[in-house]
């Protein structure tokens, strides 16, 4: 289990080496079946638990590590080396921790904390609908006040974990003429009566990941099932979101590392016309381009979750990290496939799995057009400022 001290630079080695030995030992050699499979590993997640991978940031006093956001990033790159569905697993324990560490009550935090980071209750994040994707105000999913409770009707789609989720964090309306401010977040026990799931989604990548719908009928809450105060569920579900965007980015630059290692492995083995492919020069450009482009990222990444360790503004550097570690993600996944040649384009090579579950970072947590949006929003910001 992680105990280590905050901002001390041997911690962040340690916890790389725990959750590099993790990825290589125990993800890598059955991502491919896993993939196959689109089987969800509740076995590693049970690991993932003990070994304190879940909740980096979460407080030691809620159970978790007590570590920062560099810790969390560094953590995220390392697994999603290893395979990104399981990587992906890690950033919505994350996002719920917060979620209760900063705005749950003792009761909520005892029932529910310490099952999440152990993965023995599996978490949804419930925000997507139909006409609710990067334009979170059109949700429509509503929650009515009934006595001291509450009736929940809706639906959410694409949702992690929906199909074999235990728990879900809402995002409702309870007051349609209020906007932003009418919405808030629901604990909800998604075996209760009047939940129903839509069937599993087959995704083109991050296989292991299972997405569904989720279908709200009169569903009967207590006045517990309420996070946090009624109305403030908008603002919450955004807090969150600058980690979740760091998380994502590193989870970017864990994929494309995955996919230069690959390469430059079988640059160096790969024989063409008596020597080996990589004594090309076109072909060592690539790699370099690969390994600088990796690098950025990284440094992108772990400039804003300095910045959110410190508590300064990151909304704008937490964006252009995912953005660009997003971009880079495919674009240097595909020249890891162009690298392995017809050999890379075959379903069982790691890079075929690598180039498919790169194609995601460009569109979860917020897609790239809607991160250059929030760019350029704090651009003018500062222009009109300064």
């Known amino acids: 289990m992680i105990n280590l001290p905050t901002n001390d630079p041997e911690t962040y080695e340690q916890i790389r080496d725990v959750a590099r030995r993790f990825a290589d030992q125990e993800v890598r050699p059955v991502a491919e079946s896993l993939d196959r499979e689109e089987r969800f590993p509740a076995d590693l997640y049970a690991r993932m638990g003990e070994l304190g991978l879940f909740g980096i940031t979460v407080p030691d ?8 956001a560099l810790a969390y990033a560094i953590v995220m790159e390392e697994i999603a080396r290893g395979y990104a569905s399981v990587a992906d697993q ?11 560490t900063r705005y749950g009550t003792d009761a909520q935090r005892d029932r529910h904390m310490a099952d999440v980071l152990s993965a023995r209750t599996k978490v949804a994040y419930c925000i997507t609908e139909a006409d609710a994707g ?8 509503t929650a009515r006040a009934d006595g001291d409770g509450w009736v929940l009707n809706g639906g959410k789609l694409w949702i992690h974990n929906a199909p074999i989720a235990d728990l879900g964090f809402v995002l409702a309306r309870t007051d349609p003429d209020a906007g932003h401010r009418g919405m808030s977040i629901f604990i909800v026990d ?14 083109m990548g991050q296989r292991a990941s299972q997405v569904g719908a989720l279908n709200f009928d009169d569903v009967a809450l207590g006045p517990d099932a309420l996070l946090g105060e009624a109305g403030r569920g908008f603002y919450m579900m955004m807090s969150v979101l600058e980690k979740g965007r760091v998380g994502i980015a590193a989870l970017a630059t864990g994929i494309a590392q995955a996919g230069l290692e690959a390469a430059l492995d079988y640059a160096q083995t790969r024989r063409q016309f008596g020597r080996p492919i990589v004594d090309n020069q076109g072909l060592q450009w690539m790699l370099a381009d690969m390994a600088k482009d990796i690098a950025a990222a990284r440094a992108l990444v772990q400039q ?6 410190n508590g300064q503004p990151a909304n704008a550097a937490c964006s252009i990290a995912k953005c660009f570690a997003g971009d880079m993600c495919v674009a240097q996944t595909a020249n890891a496939v162009q690298i392995f040649g017809g050999s890379g384009y075959i379903q069982g090579f790691e890079v075929e799995r690598l180039y498919r579950d790169a194609k995601i970072t460009q569109i979860y947590e917020g897609t790239q057009q809607i991160q250059r949006t929030i760019i350029a929003r704090e651009l003018l910001k500062q222009g009109a400022a300064g």
């Open 90 to 100: 890690c950033g919505l324990i994350e996002l719920i921790g917060t979620l209760l």
């Open 304 to 309: 804003a979750a300095i910045l959110i360790d």
């Open 61 to 68: 006093a809620h159970g978790g590590a007590g570590l920062d």
């Open 134 to 141: 990067s334009d979170v105000s059109g949700i429509r999913t």
């Open 190 to 203: 998604l075996h209760a009566p009047g939940v129903s799931r839509g069937p599993k989604e087959h995704k």
